[in-house]
């Protein structure tokens, strides 16, 4: 409680500082309405000049917006890319030093919550969340799904056969797959749309089955599990995030996928920081991610954007969304959960 009194001292501070300077400050940026809001911002941003970007996205994903932000405004973008996990820990340990250097948070929607739990993220009212699926928008408004990462099952195409492709999980306890089925180390989430799914019998049952009888390689990274599916170390992966799937299937690797009942999602997001020391560029690249350029962009780099005006052909199946509220508060229980099914004694 106390640290939190003493973050809020500093914010009202920093925000009374920046209004005796005549200065918009980010909840005034923030809450900006009008037709010519973009026009402020962008003259703010020229000004400000730069704007840096945590993220978790990979650099060549990132890059494609950043790209495209630094063209059409001028404006120079600093990115620093880890883990969603450090992404958060970086934040916290800086807002709680005092020190705001992040602009704009751009990571998993579980981190993003926590975020705003730590009251590190500013409320937008940005005018293009009236084009989003409703499960991009959070309650306090302080992050919003910008894209979903969509968990499907990948196979090498030179290894398992079409007509040999499970049909429900059950078909994965046959033998035949032994040794050649994998998962990523963390992926509770998942885990939890499918009991949720599948109910809690049946889930238990059919994971137990299956690393019974056939084993799972356990790898950390959803990247590097599906590099593993092409090199076909592992020829068929559970928890494949279905844009790198698709990356590599475009270039024409020997990788495809398939969504085994409904396919799982969890909104990934973008938050501006309430200490932003570019605002204005924080905002701007807020509302220049989730406005139709920059949802089409993410979607050539075959992403699932949560914009209704951008079609793709994951909109065609069915999907059961991950709340990120549930897998942050109960994380721990499901962690616990995959482990006992899932990581324990993995080779």
Known sequence: MKRRMILVAAALLAAGIAQA???????DLGALAGPDREQKLVEGAKKEGELNIYT?????????????LEKKYGI???VWRSSSEKVLQRSIQEARGNRHTMDVAETNG????????????QKVASPYHKDLIEQAIRPHGEWVGTRLNVFVQAYNTGLVKKEDLPKTWEDLANPKWKGKLGIEQEDSDWLAGQFTELGEARATKVFKDIVANNGVSVRKGHTLLTQLVVSGEIPFALTVYNYKAEQLKGKG?????????PAIARPNGVGVAKQAPHPHAAVLFYDFEISPEGQKILSGRDFVPTS????TPLNKIPMKFVDARVALDEFQKWEKLYADLFTKGAR
Do not use: Y
């Open 21 to 27: 300077q005549g200065k918009p400050t980010t909840a």
């Open 56 to 68: 978790s996205a990979q650099s060549d994903d990132m890059g494609a917006l950043v790209t495209a």
């Open 76 to 78: 120079k973008v600093s």
């Open 110 to 121: 579980p981190e993003l919550e926590a975020m705003s739990r730590e009251k590190i993220l």
């Open 253 to 261: 690797a020997p990788i495809d996928w398939l969504s085994i009942g």
């Open 308 to 311: 209704k005006k951008v079609d």
